[in-house]
C-alpha cells in the first residue's frame, strides 16, 4: 500500500455507492478528520497531520476524485457526506475539522461528530469576489473540453480574486500538474457551496458544538464569513489567531483545537 507521510499506511473503506475512499491514521488519542478544501489531497496536509498528531489520532483522507480515491459517476453532493459517513464509521473519530469549501462538506454530512472545528468557510460576505458568472458551468465545460488549466485560472482568478499573473507563476512550477489532476473536484466544491452566500437556516440547524477559526491575514471578508457563521451556529464559538492568507499554522491549530475540543 502507498503512503502520504512517514509513519502511515493508507488504508480504505467503501461508500455507500461503491466509490473507494483512501485515509492515513496517524497519532495517538481522540480521533480527528480532516476535511479538506479545494485542491487539498490528504498528502497536501503533512504538516498539519504531524502538528496535530501530538494530541490526536488525525484521520486524514482523499476526497473522492483526489489522491488514491476513486471518483464514482454521476457526482452528486450527497456522495461525498456518505464519503465521510464511511470513514468516520471505519474509524470511530470523535471530532473533525474543516478547512475552506470543505466546511460545506461536514456541516452538511450529519455525521455525528461530538465537537467539530471549521476554518474560513468561503461563504461570500460583503467584500468578497462575486461568484463569477455561470461559475459551475464553466468549470463543467473546461473539464469536458480536456482543458483542466482552464478551469484551474477561472477558480484562482475569478472565483479567488488573485491576479491573473499569480496563475502564470504556478504553470511553470511542478504544482501545476497536480491542480490540473484536481480540476474536476472544482465542479465538486462549487456544488457544495451551492450559491457560496451563508447557509443561515443549514447553520441554525446544527446542534453540534462549533469553533469556527480565521487567520488575522485573510481578507476582511473571509474574517467576516468566519464571524457570520459561529454566530448563525446554536452552539459557535469563533476565534481569530495570526497566520497567512486562509491558513493557519500547525503548531497555532494544534493548540486551538486541543483546547477546545479536549
Not at 69 to 91: F, H, I, K, N
Not at 204 to 224: C, G, K
Amino acid at each position: 500500500m502507498t503512503s502520504s507521510m512517514k509513519g502511515s499506511e493508507m488504508q480504505k473503506v467503501v461508500s455507500s455507492d461503491g466509490t473507494e475512499i483512501a485515509y492515513d491514521v496517524v497519532g495517538r488519542g481522540p480521533g480527528l478528520v480532516l476535511v479538506a478544501g479545494a485542491f487539498t489531497e490528504r498528502a497536501s496536509n503533512t504538516s498539519y497531520v504531524e502538528a496535530l498528531s501530538s494530541a490526536f489520532t488525525v484521520v486524514n483522507y482523499d476526497r473522492r476524485g483526489r489522491g488514491d480515491s476513486g471518483d464514482t459517476t454521476p457526482y452528486t453532493v450527497e456522495r461525498e457526506w456518505e464519503d465521510l459517513a464511511a470513514v468516520q464509521a471505519a474509524t470511530g473519530a470523535q471530532f473533525a475539522c474543516g478547512f475552506s469549501s470543505g466546511v460545506m462538506v461536514l456541516l452538511q454530512s450529519g455525521v455525528p461528530f461530538e465537537r467539530i472545528a471549521v476554518v474560513e468557510p468561503p461563504f461570500r460576505t460583503e467584500g468578497a469576489p462575486p461568484v463569477p458568472d455561470r461559475y459551475v458551468e464553466r468549470l463543467q465545460e473546461f473539464v469536458a473540453a480536456g482543458n483542466p488549466g482552464g478551469a484551474v485560472e477561472l477558480f484562482i482568478v475569478e472565483a479567488v480574486g488573485q491576479p491573473k499573473e499569480a496563475v502564470d507563476q504556478i504553470r511553470d512550477t511542478p504544482m501545476w500538474a497536480g491542480l490540473e489532476a484536481m480540476a474536476p473536484t472544482l465542479v465538486y466544491d462549487a456544488l457544495q457551496l451551492r450559491d457560496s452566500a451563508v447557509p443561515t437556516a443549514l447553520l441554525e440547524s446544527i446542534e453540534t458544538p462549533t469553533l469556527a477559526l480565521f487567520s488575522n491575514a485573510s481578507p476582511d471578508w473571509l474574517q467576516e464569513s468566519t464571524r457570520q457563521t459561529a454566530a448563525a451556529l446554536p452552539h459557535g464559538t469563533v476565534e481569530g489567531h495570526d497566520g497567512t492568507f486562509h491558513t493557519l499554522p500547525p503548531e497555532t491549530l494544534t493548540q486551538v483545537l486541543a483546547n477546545y475540543l479536549l
